[in-house]
Nanobody
């Protein structure tokens, strides 16, 4: 099993920044891709960003438009999401995810093998 614990969410004004972190413990060798997805009230979950095991490949949701950046530190089993120029429509619960297959993170083809409890991000106008 793999446990994912997110941190870094909170309340920020529009135009501000937040950095989310997600630390993995347990069988950290059982997945390759990591990433983030979000769910806003009344909306479907959507993939925010994904990163491959060696950080050589990344992808972002269309709505990101250069505002967010994903990175990972395999020595610390941690993935990060730097969010800049936040907008009120970015308000959601953000979940860290890990999976053996890229598409399950980048496209949410199926539910990821592992995901965390989520961290609330609220952007005020």
């Amino acid at each position: 099993q793999v446990q994912l614990v997110e941190s870094g969410g909170g309340l920020v004004q529009a135009g501000g920044s937040l950095r989310l972190s997600c630390a993995a413990t347990g069988r950290t060798g059982s997945y390759g891709a990591m990433g983030w997805f979000r769910r806003a009230p009344g909306k479907e979950r959507e993939s925010v960003a994904a990163i491959s095991s060696n950080s050589g490949r990344t992808s972002y949701g269309d709505f990101v438009k250069g505002r967010f950046s994903i990175s990972r530190d395999n020595a610390k089993n941690t993935v990060y999401l730097q969010m800049n120029s936040l907008k009120p429509e970015d308000t959601a619960v953000y979940y860290c995810a890990a999976d053996r297959f890229w598409n399950n993170i980048a496209l949410l083809t199926t539910a990821p093998d592992y995901w965390g409890q989520g961290t609330q991000v609220t952007v005020s106008s």
